[in-house]
């Protein structure tokens, strides 16, 4: 699976966008972009993914690059709640060698009031 | 709509035990997986399922078997708990409908297991 590179964390305060980005430059064609969450003590969250163009659903957006080697994910109005760890992570489609999400170790978001 | 659920919560085993960490989903979702999570750290892979009978190896499966007899249920089984093997541990579900080609992941809350 290509690999991903976060930065390991950002702070942000309450009620402000947040920008969290993700490189992938050994992105393939059909790898698809997916972002993830961990809230403290609890299992990962779906947040959103993509694989060419930018996608909005109630959580958050996801904004891709041209070329696909970088996107980022942007929180409109960031809250307490948002205090996460957050995984960029490249899923090749099943079928293909690896079907699964691997995880690396994300970016931690703090969120100050 | 429960969701993945994953049992026990908590558990301390010793050091060559064995136990069975249970999952099931009632989404009808035919990918299941298993994951494991040392602190601070991302999760790792253990095994994986694209449907009842069909199991595969993850990133690390060394001390683990699983199986999937069934839609629901992913159960992990330990056998001679090693204390390397104390960690966080979740399973996930997912499901691919006909012409999708990617989809999201339903983790459950996980299990917290010491060998000590």
């Known amino acids: 699976d290509a690999k991903t590179t976060q930065p390991n964390s950002m702070e942000s305060n309450e009620e402000e966008p947040v920008h969290l980005p993700c490189n992938h430059s050994?992105?393939?064609?059909?790898?698809?972009i997916h972002w993830y969450r961990q809230l403290p003590s609890q299992g990962p969250e779906y947040v959103i993914h993509?694989?060419?163009s930018n996608v909005n659903n109630r959580m958050a957006s996801l904004a891709i690059a041209e070329d696909r080697k970088s996107s980022t994910l942007i929180l409109h109005r960031a809250t307490l709640r948002d205090a996460a760890v957050y995984y960029c992570?490249?899923?090749?489609?099943?079928?293909?060698?690896?079907?699964?999400?691997?995880f690396g170790k994300g970016t931690t978001l703090s969120v100050s009031s | 709509n429960a969701g993945v659920t994953q049992t026990p919560k908590f558990r301390i085993l010793k050091i060559g035990q064995s136990m069975t960490l249970q999952c099931t989903q009632d989404m009808n979702h035919n990918y299941m997986y298993w994951y494991r999570q040392d602190p601070g750290m991302g999760l790792k892979l253990i095994y994986y399922?694209?449907?009842?009978?069909?199991?595969d190896k993850g990133e690390v499966p060394n001390g683990y078997n699983v199986s999937r007899s069934t839609t629901e249920d992913f159960p992990l089984r330990l056998e001679l708990a090693a204390p390397s093997q104390t960690s966080v541990y979740f399973c996930a579900s997912s499901y691919l409908a006909p012409g999708q080609s990617s989809y999201g992941y339903t983790f459950g809350s996980g299990t917290r297991l010491t060998v000590v």
């Open positions: 050994t992105i393939s064609g059909t790898d698809y």
């Open positions: 992570i490249l899923k090749t489609p099943p079928g293909e060698a690896g079907t699964a999400l691997i």
């Open positions: 399922s694209v449907g009842a009978g069909i199991t």
């Open positions: 993509g694989l060419t």
